[in-house]
Nanobody
Framework: QVQLVESGGGLVQAGGSLRLSCAASGRTDSSYVMGWFRQVPGKEREFVAAIRWSGGNTLYADSVKGRFTISRDNAKNTVYLEMNSLKPEDTAVYYC?????????????????WGQGTQVTVSS
């Protein structure tokens, strides 16, 4: 089992920044890929970014490329999502997720472990 706990959400003005953290525990190892997703009420959960524990290769959604950065601290078993130049349309509940295997993918169906989510609200 893998447990994921997100933190760092909050309220920020448009143009501002936030950093989300995802602490992983349990049976994680270097073969996992960690991802961030977001969801607003009434819409599908959408992919934001993903990173390999091993090697640090990354994948981003086009909507956040150049504004968001995903990173990991292997020693702390923690993944981060640095969000800059935030827009009101970035408002959502952000979820951390983990999948086995090295493939960097965006589809939610490949991720078997999920955190409880953290709310990010960007005011205009």
């Amino acid at each position: 089992q893998v447990q994921l706990v997100e933190s760092g959400g909050g309220l920020v003005q448009a143009g501002g920044s936030l950093r989300l953290s995802c602490a992983a525990s349990g049976r994680t190892d270097s073969s996992y890929v960690m991802g961030w997703f977001r969801q607003v009420p009434g819409k599908e959960r959408e992919f934001v970014a993903a990173i390999r524990w091993s090697g640090g290769n990354t994948l981003y959604a086009d909507s956040v490329k150049g504004r968001f950065t995903i990173s990991r601290d292997n020693a702390k078993n923690t993944v981060y999502l640095e969000m800059n130049s935030l827009k009101p349309e970035d408002t959502a509940v952000y979820y951390c997720a983990a999948k086995r295997g090295q493939g960097l993918v965006a589809a939610t169906t490949y991720y078997g472990y999920w955190g409880q989510g953290t709310q990010v609200t960007v005011s205009s």
